[in-house]
């Protein structure tokens, strides 16, 4: 499947999955002015593989916590795909408000990053506009979430940014085997209340805090 929208063009997903289970994507070529696949609240059970996306913002999961009750994400998969020149790589964010939502059993391995803003990136801060958000931390918990042998280039310094909620920190990120740079020099990582572990080479090197 091939779905194109230019790069410019706002609000354009390529595919959105919201309150669906069993959902499975393979080959997809997907060029948008959003997230080439977003996942919403409610979506349990996805397997996304050999997905090409670029332009575009990434594959995201969110953003969750847009209400106070709200249906969480598990069990989600994204594997052999490549990312060009995106805004971000693999991204889960969610509002900066109250919310009982989660985000947990995720896996991003076996990922290819070309030139890509944001590879790995958690955003627990999203309030677009500071409007009905600003001064708050998000309640969603994000938990037991693997990013495994993604390799490539960042077009940023910053190639890991775990922007995690002070009110519920991240637990149990893993990181295994991660090799990216920034325009051949060496990347940053940033985390902000994100604990886990790491195994094997990762670079840049690992910014989460130990139990």
């Known amino acids: 499947m091939k779905i194109r929208a230019p790069g410019s063009s706002p609000n354009t997903d390529g595919i959105y999955i919201s309150s669906s289970s069993a ?7 997907i060029m948008t002015g959003d997230d080439c696949i977003a996942v919403g609240a409610g979506s349990r059970n996805l397997w996304m593989e050999r997905i090409k996306c670029g332009p575009g913002h ?6 969750l916590g847009n209400s106070v009750n709200e249906e969480g994400v598990q069990n989600v998969t994204v594997t052999s795909s490549t990312l060009t020149k ?3 790589g693999v991204r889960i964010k969610s509002w900066a408000r109250p919310s009982n939502g989660f985000a947990t059993d995720i896996v991003f391995r076996n990922l290819i990053m070309n030139n890509v803003s944001n590879p790995i990136i ?3 801060k999203y309030c677009p506009g500071n409007q009905g958000c600003p001064h708050q931390s998000s309640s969603v918990k994000i938990s037991r979430v693997t990013y495994k042998n993604i390799v490539g280039t960042s077009a940023t310094a910053v190639a890991m940014n775990l ?13 295994q085997d991660i090799k990216l740079t920034y325009h051949t020099r ?3 990582s940033v985390c902000v209340d ?3 572990t790491s195994t094997g080479v990762v670079i840049p090197r690992s910014c989460l805090s130990t139990y």
């Open 186 to 188: 060496p990347a940053t």
């Open 58 to 63: 990434g594959i995201s999961i969110g953003s």
């Open 122 to 124: 958690i955003d627990q």
């Open 23 to 29: 959902v499975n994507i393979s080959g997809a070529n």
């Open 163 to 175: 922007y995690c909620s002070k009110n519920n920190p991240c637990k149990d990120i893993k990181l």
């Open 86 to 88: 995106t805004q971000n």
């Open 194 to 196: 994100a604990a886990g």
